[in-house]
């Protein structure tokens, strides 16, 4: 699967997980104490021989950055792998205009970059187990 790269969106509108998000991204929340949720998703892309590795992040990007580093602890932090962050620049009052394709066109210039045929995009908000290289 190394001729795909990933991109782990940031969670819709819709995804509420309390008062834990006004502090942090929902990727960010704590999973069984030293996880993230957002773990699962870049696991799953390292496990499948993904190595570079796109996260979008939309506001509070702080925990999320901390936690993330470089990736070496995904083992994709090699000479031709990359964790990459995003941030979106319109962070509009307004939640219908702050999506997955807005933040896309907000870094058009990373994403025309990769030359990979293909896209893994997972959600930063699931946990699951999957292999990608199916």
Same mark, same amino acid.
């Given at each position: 699967m190394a001729q795909a790269f990933g991109i782990v969106s940031f969670a819709g509108n819709n995804i509420r997980v309390g008062e834990m998000q006004n502090y942090r991204? @929902? /990727?960010a929340v704590s999973f069984? /104490?030293?996880y993230r949720v957002i773990d699962f998703q870049i696991s799953n892309m390292s496990n499948s021989e993904i190595e570079h590795i796109q996260v979008y992040v939309r506001r509070k990007p702080r925990s999320l950055t901390e936690h993330l580093g470089t990736g070496r602890h995904y083992n994709i932090n090699s000479k031709s /792998?990359?964790?990459q962050l995003l941030f979106s620049e319109h962070n509009n009052d307004n939640d219908i205009y702050n999506t997955d394709i807005s933040c896309y066109?907000?870094?058009m210039e990373s994403l025309s970059r990769m030359y990979h045929p293909y896209v893994?995009?997972?959600p930063s908000y699931m @946990?699951?187990?999957i292999d990608f290289t199916n």
């Open positions: 991204p @929902v /990727g069984l /104490g030293r /792998g990359k964790l066109l907000d870094n893994v995009i997972a @946990v699951y187990s």
